[in-house]
């Protein structure tokens, strides 16, 4: 018989070990990226246009393929397995689900046909289903207003919550976030990360979130990576971070680096 341990390891979460990516033969995007989301983090990933964020993100949730890119060094593991050559919708089936940058969502459906598409893996009854949406409706109030209106007529605000709400659907341990603030206003922005942080402190949920807006991304973070022409170039506790000369000289505050 098995009787549980009675001091059962730390369960692991995310563990990226020195990943280099190309992209083709020649195009080398990411160089050498270590880092790791513990059960319950709010992790962010900072770094200026190019630095090699969303290369980062969509290694580890395989994503790259299509892009002709791929994991040519180091390694990916969730939760203690090895996960890089698992397919992106068996990904999804373990728990980890991508909102790629720019706010996707099928323009043409409405906001709830596009939440419910989330939902598709999974195969819910009728009733799972129902209580999945309005779950996300009290998350979203917003799109609960918006749910018989085609994605592509929503602001901008409201597609990203669109994304990340058909995201949800898939019932996700760890969420990657791909620039969710990009091209919208500070207030959206912010009504964005306060949902994350609720759905962080009530649901669980894990989160790493690649942004160039360091400032509010480390508000939010427990942690933090800065990244720089593909390899880690800071890390540390958000506020140690958000505190740090250097970072601030380059990130937080001024837009453009020098
Ligand atoms: N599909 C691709 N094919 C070839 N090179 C790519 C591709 N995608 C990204 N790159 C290159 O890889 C490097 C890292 O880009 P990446 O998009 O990961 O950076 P990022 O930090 O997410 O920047 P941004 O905030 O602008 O999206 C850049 O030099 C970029 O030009």
């Keep these: 018989m098995n009787t549980p341990s009675p001091h059962p390891r730390p369960q692991a979460y995310l563990d990226v070990s020195g990943i280099e990516v190309h992209y083709g033969q020649a195009i080398l995007a990411v160089r050498d990226v270590s880092l790791s989301v513990g059960q319950g983090q709010i992790v962010a990933l900072l770094g200026a246009n190019g630095a090699g964020k969303s290369t980062t993100l969509k290694a580890i949730s395989n ?20 996960v890089s050559r698992l397919s992106p919708s068996t990904l999804v089936g373990r728990g980890v689900v991508q909102v790629l940058e720019g706010r996707h969502c099928f323009p043409q459906l409405t906001v709830e046909e ?129 505190a740090r000369e250097d970072v601030k000289a380059y990130y937080l505050g001024a837009t453009t680096m020098k």
Excluded: C
Excluded at 63 to 82: D, F, K
Excluded at 172 to 193: C, H, K, N, T
């Design 63 to 82: 994503l790259l393929g299509p892009e002709r890119g791929a994991i040519t060094r180091g390694s990916v593991s969730w939760q203690g397995e090895l």
């Design 114 to 242: 596009n939440l419910l598409s989330g939902a598709f893996l999974r195969r819910p009854g009728r009733r799972e289903l129902a209580e999945d949406l309005e779950q996300i409706y009290a998350w979203f109030p917003r799109l609960k207003q918006k749910r018989k209106t085609k994605a592509g007529l929503t602001s901008g605000g409201e597609q990203q919550m669109t994304a990340i709400g058909r995201a949800l659907m898939t019932r996700p341990r760890l969420m990657l976030l791909d620039e969710p603030s990009m091209g919208l206003a500070p207030i959206v922005v912010q009504e964005i990360f306060e949902i994350i942080r609720s759905l962080n402190n009530d649901k669980g949920v894990s989160f790493l979130i690649a942004e160039q807006n360091a400032n509010l991304a480390l508000r939010y973070a427990d942690h933090g990576y800065v990244l720089e022409t593909g390899s880690v170039a800071a890390s540390g506790p958000a506020a140690e971070l958000a």
